[in-house]
């Protein structure tokens, strides 16, 4: 993509389906095959905290867009990525299961009173192919670098005792089916009781 800056026609809106960033964009950077439009750039993530990859990756929706290679650890400069346990498959409208979407939140430097690290307000999401499905574009050697494409946002998340992960609705990022489910769980609630 280069260093300049990509400017849309005025209306354009990306704004993909889970089902699109995995069939359309990842899997073809995967099998280093070219995608069009090509406005997702590569980038890595773990050299640039979260606040500093605005003017790198590609931005719709106040979400950034961006390949990266898949790490285990997930630390930047000044924190680090974190899963939050929520995986979700990711499937194509005829049923097959082509992807996987996994939820990071970004932990700060700024520590707690007992050491631990704040958690931030930055969410990602990080897409990842199936085996299989990587296979069925192209079977390289070059195909094993594992590429996954994350869409990072500012989402307004509150700590892990009373997460609210829901309020980034209204930014116009779409919720799925688990992100719902997730969002309508209360973790404050009272002893459950039952009818006599």
Not at 51 to 76: D, G, H, L, P, V
Not at 131 to 146: A, C, F, G, T, Y
């Amino acid at each position: 993509m280069g260093d300049e800056k990509l400017v849309l026609p005025p209306g354009f809106e990306f704004d993909p389906t889970d089902e699109e960033l995995i069939v359309f964009f990842l899997r073809r950077r995967a099998a280093s095959l070219p995608c069009y439009p090509n406005i997702i750039p590569d980038l890595d993530i773990y050299a640039a905290d979260p606040w500093e990859i605005n003017e790198k990756a590609f931005s719709s929706k106040r979400a950034w867009y961006f390949f990266s290679r898949s790490m285990q650890n997930r630390s930047t400069r000044r924190g680090f990525w974190k899963e939050i346990g929520l995986n979700e498959p990711i499937f194509t409208s005829n049923g097959n299961e082509v992807g996987i979407k996994m939820y990071l939140v970004f932990y700060g430097d700024d520590d707690h009173e007992d050491g631990s690290k704040v958690e931030t307000s930055w969410a990602m999401e990080e897409y990842h192919l199936l085996k299989s499905s990587s296979q069925l574009v192209q079977d390289d050697d070059h195909i094993n670098d594992e590429w996954v494409l994350c869409r990072v946002h500012e989402a307004n998340i509150v700590g892990s005792q009373g997460r609210d992960y829901c309020r980034n609705v209204g930014d116009g990022v779409e919720l799925s089916y688990l992100d719902e489910i997730y969002c309508s769980m209360d973790d404050e609630q009272d002893e459950i009781t039952f009818p006599s």
